[in-house]
């Protein structure tokens, strides 16, 4: 069985670009958890979907959207990138949510804003 | 929201030593994930533990959610065991609290 899987790996993009970032969940997972890691906040939760819906976002800034696909994969999404969005962006799967089912994470994209 | 506080922030082991991980946390909860995260980054699965004790192979954790708290052990530990060690209940709706993890250091 195939793990979560994210797209790219590493990005590196200039400040006031958008970028996208993918997920592939495991197979039959629906719920799909988005966070971000950065060295002086850690582990952030960003927002998570559901059989397309967003249940849950968390305390960030309006720049950062996602959405989930019919197939379950999610992408999200940040605009107008600012220096401070360089951090690890973590996918995690789950069957049903991470309240009550095992959460499964991806490598991660590492993504640099210069 | 919930609070996770983990304990200690660092270790540093000898190879062949033990450790014991400690995690609390604010709030009751109905199950609790321990990550292993490696130099790449990536969070790997060591224990969906809502209650009572797991074991898996040199490691195991126990789970006291009446007391707010689980531990993490590891035996004989590993050059391969070191990294950051992070312990996630979920809190309230469809999200996982992460603590600020325990990062650990084996030296040969």
């Known amino acids: 069985k195939a793990g979560v899987t994210q797209t790219p790996r590493y990005l590196i993009k200039t400040r006031g670009q958008q970028v996208t970032l993918s997920c592939s969940p495991i197979s039959g997972h629906r719920s799909v958890s988005w966070y971000q890691q950065t060295p002086g906040q850690g582990l952030q939760f960003l927002f998570e979907?559901?059989?397309?819906?967003?249940?849950n976002k968390g305390n960030f800034p309006g720049r950062f959207s996602g959405r989930q696909f019919s197939n379950s994969r999610s992408e999200m999404n940040v605009s107008t990138l600012e220096l401070g969005d360089s951090a690890l962006y973590l996918c995690?799967?789950?069957?049903?949510?991470?309240?009550?089912?095992?959460?499964?994470f991806g490598q991660g994209t590492r993504l640099t804003v210069v | 929201g919930i609070q996770v506080e983990q304990s200690p922030p660092d270790l540093i082991l000898q190879e062949g030593a033990n450790s014991t991980l400690r995690c609390n946390f604010s709030?009751?909860?109905?199950?609790l994930q321990w990550f292993h995260q490696n130099p790449w980054g990536q969070l790997i699965n060591l224990f969906y533990i809502p209650s009572g004790t797991k074991q898996n192979g040199r490691l195991s954790a126990t789970t006291v959610a009446t007391e707010r708290y689980s531990l993490l052990y590891i035996s004989s530990s590993q050059t391969t065991d070191s990294g950051v060690y992070f312990c996630?209940?979920?809190?309230?709706?469809?999200?996982?609290?992460f603590g600020k993890g325990t990062k650990l250091s084996v030296i040969p």
């Open positions: 709030d009751s909860v109905n199950n």
């Open positions: 995690a799967s789950s069957s049903t949510g991470p309240t009550n089912t095992e959460a499964f």
């Open positions: 979907y559901f059989s397309e819906t967003q249940r």
């Open positions: 996630a209940p979920p809190s309230g709706s469809y999200q996982l609290t």
